[in-house]
T-cell receptor
Framework: GESVGLHLPTLSVQEGDNSIINCAYS??????FIWYKQESGKGPQFIID?????DKRQGQRVTVLLNKTVKHLSLQIAATQPGDSAVYFC??????????FGQGTELSVKP | DTAVSQTPKYLVTQMGNDKSIKCEQN?????MYWYKQDSKKFLKIMFS???????INETVPNRFSPKSPDKAHLNLHINSLELGDSAVYFC??????????????FGAGTRLSVL
């Protein structure tokens, strides 16, 4: 079956440090992956995406890495700020057009 | 100005009641979705409509009935509410049915509590 999961349910980092959130997926046929950020009381918000023909994609303070060999996805946040505190989800889009979310990692940033 | 808006934000009701959640998007998108988020934050798709046509229908009890009067609206009606229906329900929309390069925009959620 299809599943997208995260290695760690919680992550606590010091303000200013870099954060790395990991994700494992099992559907090797998926060709598109997305990271979402969900703040308390809000809906998921798009952060960055990556296609399966790419290994790395950079945004503003965020970088997504894709390792298709081991079916692993990671989100790196540089110079983590208190406003980055949220639950982060990786998700894959299947060929049928469904968005399948992983478990979610709660990131806490300590001042 | 909210792109995807859901009402109500909170819904508290008794078991056995029937309730509806409304969703509207002003992004001009063709596709709308309903997701359920449980107490462990797990998000799972329930339904998807493209131009008022149902295209995704996950294994959801038939007590849940989505209705799309036009492509800007997707409502969710729930009959005979059960305790296990308590969750946060999110509406989302996207330009095309979940293809690459397509981003889903989410509403703020409706927190449903069944007592």
């Amino acid at each position: 079956g299809e599943s997208v999961g995260l290695h760690l349910p919680t992550l606590s980092v010091q303000e200013g440090d870099n954060s790395i959130i990991n994700c494992a997926y099992s559907n090797s046929a998926s060709d598109y992956f997305i990271w979402y950020k969900q703040e308390s009381g809000k809906g998921p918000q798009f952060i960055i995406d990556i296609r399966s023909n790419m290994d790395k994609r950079q945004g503003q303070r965020v970088t997504v890495l894709l390792n298709k060999t081991v079916k692993h996805l990671s989100l790196q946040i540089a110079a983590t700020q208190p406003g980055d505190s949220a639950v982060y989800f990786c998700a894959e889009i299947t060929r049928g057009g469904k968005l399948i979310f992983g478990q979610g990692t709660e990131l806490s940033v300590k001042p | 100005d909210t792109a995807v808006s859901q009402t109500p934000k909170y819904l508290v009701t008794q078991m056995g009641n029937d309730k509806s959640i409304k969703c509207e998007q002003n992004l001009g998108h063709d596709t709308m979705y309903w997701y359920k988020q449980d107490s462990k934050k797990f998000l799972k798709i329930m339904f998807s409509y493209n131009n008022k046509e149902l295209i995704i229908n996950e294994t959801v009890p038939n007590r849940f009935s989505p209705k799309s009067p036009d492509k800007a609206h997707l409502n969710l009606h729930i009959n005979s509410l059960e305790l296990g229906d308590s969750a946060v329900y999110f509406c989302a929309s996207s330009g095309t049915p979940g293809g690459p390069g397509n981003i889903q925009y989410f509403g703020a959620g409706t927190r449903l509590s069944v007592l």
